[in-house]
């Protein structure tokens, strides 16, 4: 409206100058008189406070609401604007603001999953004829604590009732590891037969089963710089992968372990109230792109991996995990991987094994020539690391559209 106003005035002095009329001049000049006295009367000032509820979930909308006091005795007209983290969205609410008027104004905002510390918004106040504006700032930064959605998370995971039991039967509940084959006996259960087994031999073939494993799971996640690039982020697809995992344990207990390039961060003994462990995962994202870091590593045995046991994040680690546990690690395997393996040959009476979100399946890089080649040597480099790995402790390479029934058919 006011460069309108402002053309107008330019056109009309024109006008004047050349038919040589003097009207036109002076509608301008009163044009520029009311511009002048608005801009002098137009001195805005207002208190506000914005204030968030003190647990959000990822992914939930909730009503934020900013409390606003007009101290001067002139209506104005306002604009809200956050200034939220990457992930978030946020209405922009705009209303009238009387004189003197104090006012509550609820808005709606959807977070992401992580810890930041949010800013104050600012507040973009115009005069009611929409001439003129200010910008105030509310200075009321917030730490702001975003939780795992277990509405979302179970919507996510879509776990039926036949993986939750061929789950607590296999390693990671009850688990019971294939042992050696052997003729079928009367009272055999059918269901162990193998069938392929017994096409190349011509006789039933049944599959043995070691005992089975009765102590607690714990998962150790990896929420380091890696995990936490890329929207979505590898730690936003780990949070799915163990609640499945989680809820496929049924009654079983289950503890979770939060460590990073620099130790071991939090630790949770292992508890029969596995959703309350599944809201401890909350870091902040990364919006850098990843990275394919392929780490090197040698294959040796664990015999020679104890050897090289030393101080630092796998003593601290193999000081907290109980006895007779199943540790299942999530981890990129871009950091730590030397450290990982010592955890892993460390360990006496317990299990461990790998889930690995792939880098490469989670990049973000452009399908040009120069990136499918960078791409491809990074998937070779990164095949050969894991062939190495399994011949050390079990490891799944998994990216973001593979279903838990998959980890779930090589852990069993």
Known sequence: MKVILISAVIVLLAQAFLLANVF???????????????????????????????????????????????????????????????????EEPQFVLGKLEEKEVDYSVTPSRGVY??????????????????????????EVEVLPSIERLREEARIDARLRISLSKGI???????????????????????????????ELIVREFVKEWEGDVYIALDIGREMRKGKPSKIDYATIIIYQIFRALGTKRAGLILYDEFGVRKFFRATAEKEKLVEQIKVPRLSRIQSLRIPKIRAEMPG?????????????????????????????????????????????????????PNPILFSEVKLEREEILKLYRGYVEREEMIKKLNSIVPTIDVGPRDLLTDIADVIR
């Open 117 to 142: 510390r949010i800013k104050g918004p600012e507040i973009f106040v115009k005069d009611i004829r929409c001439l003129f504006l200010k910008k105030f700032a509310v200075n009321s930064e917030q």
């Open 304 to 356: 020679f991996l104890r050897k090289i046991l030393g101080k630092g994040f796998s003593m601290s680690l193999l000081k907290l995990i109980p006895g007779k546990s199943f540790l299942i690690f999530i981890t990129d395997l871009s950091t730590n991987v030397g450290e990982l393996l010592k955890v892993v040959s460390g360990i006496r009476d317990s299990k461990a094994m790998i889930i690995s």
């Open 172 to 202: 990671l509940g009850l688990p019971a590891e294939f042992e050696s084959l052997r003729k079928f006996q009367e009272g055999d259960d059918t269901r162990r037969i193998d069938w392929k087994a017994t096409a190349r031999l011509g």
């Open 24 to 90: 036109p001049a002076i509608l301008a000049f009163s044009i520029l008189i009311y511009l002048t006295y608005i801009r002098v009367e137009f001195s805005p000032r207002i208190e506000a406070e914005r204030v968030f509820p003190k647990r959000l979930y990822d992914g939930e909308s909730f009503k934020a609401r900013l409390r606003i006091r007009n101290l001067r005795e002139k209506d104005f007209f306002v604009t809200l604007k956050e200034n939220l983290p990457e992930g978030f969205r946020a």
